[in-house]
């Protein structure tokens, strides 16, 4: 089999050729434990910016990334915004952790108390500034806090 040949197989025969293939692969394999894989988060999260908030279901690592960087950075300044925004950076965590196992899945949770199958991630997710239609003129709720964010 050629270089090309192989790399055209799907993932899960490659690398059963290659455990298969190789005692010593086989051996530190063996000797491992399997690792346990996050779970999708439940609940989506709105991440705001100049002109409205993105869902965090839909956007892809580096951008998650990005967000928990900037509030993990604000929640270490001390400002007066530090308690939200280091809730706001345990709540990206948990969505850069899936995104690492999931980087192009879309996800079906809750968003907005309403099951949801979001579009899949993107480099320019859309951009909301609205509320919804039906909850309109329910100031009451806030939205991206849903989760404890």
């Known amino acids: 089999m050629t270089r090309d040949e192989f790399l ?3 993932a899960s ?3 059963g050729i290659l455990y298969e293939g190789n005692a010593k692969i086989r051996e530190i394999v063996t000797a491992s434990e399997k690792p346990k894989l996050p779970r999708s988060p439940k609940y989506d999260m709105r991440v705001y ?3 409205g908030w993105n869902y965090a279901s839909e956007m892809e690592l580096e ?3 990005f967000w928990h960087g900037k509030a993990v950075e604000s929640a270490a300044s001390g400002g007066q915004y530090a308690d939200k925004d280091t809730k ?8 850069v952790e899936w995104r690492r196992i999931e980087p192009a899945a879309a996800w079906s949770g809750e968003r907005e108390h309403k099951p949801c199958t979001a579009s899949p991630p993107s480099r320019n997710p859309a951009l909301h500034s609205e509320l919804p239609a039906d909850d309109e003129g329910d100031a ?3 939205y991206g806090r849903e989760a404890g964010l």
Do not use: E, I, N, T
Request: charged share 15%; aromatic share 14%; net charge positive.
């Open 88 to 95: 706001k950076a345990a709540g990206l965590a948990y969505w």
């Open 63 to 65: 951008s998650l990334q």
């Open 49 to 51: 910016r100049k002109g």
């Open 13 to 15: 025969v490659a690398l």
């Open 140 to 142: 009451s709720f806030d």
């Open 8 to 10: 055209s197989l799907p």
